[in-house]
């Protein structure tokens, strides 16, 4: 999202499509990796959203970052203060704490490090720039810190 970016990039058809794909096979636990679908309850109908999401763990702490920007799931986080992560039928909740945009450059770094493959289209700056080529650019990103709520399995 260089310059003067939009404040959400929004998925083509393709990307849609692909997304839907990719959370039925992560769901039934075909495709394990670092991927994990993402459910969030949403703002205006109260159904539940599912989407492909790539959860960073970093010393210690598990966080969500929105490549694209202020997305429809980041509103709907913000309204319903509770996500969950599901892999191979296994669900966690969590509660989503936004990080301010001062906290945000590590995590933008190491997950651009760690997912560039899948993000750095999303990013005006390449794998491995020092941490502060993220100052200018961590206020178009959402960074969410989890918490777990609890460990139930459905």
Known sequence: MP??????????ALDRILGRALVLLIWI????????????????????????????DLEGRRYLVCARGNANWVRNARAAGEVAL????????????ELSP???PPVLKAYLDRFAGEVQRFFPVP??????????????YPVFELQLLDKTAH
Do not use: C, Q, W
């Not at 310059?3 to 083509?12: C, V």
């Not at 491995?128 to 178009?140: H, I, K």
């Open 3 to 12: 310059g003067n970016a939009p404040s959400y990039l929004k998925p083509g």
């Open 127 to 140: 794998r491995g720039s020092p941490v502060e080529s993220f100052n200018d650019l961590a206020p178009r």
């Open 102 to 104: 001062s906290l945000r």
């Open 29 to 56: 636990g075909l495709i394990r990796s670092h991927f994990y679908v993402l459910e969030v309850r949403g703002r205006k109908t109260g159904r539940t959203i599912s989407l492909p999401a790539d959860p960073l």
């Open 86 to 97: 599901v892999r191979a039928m296994r669900r966690r909740r969590y509660a989503p704490r």
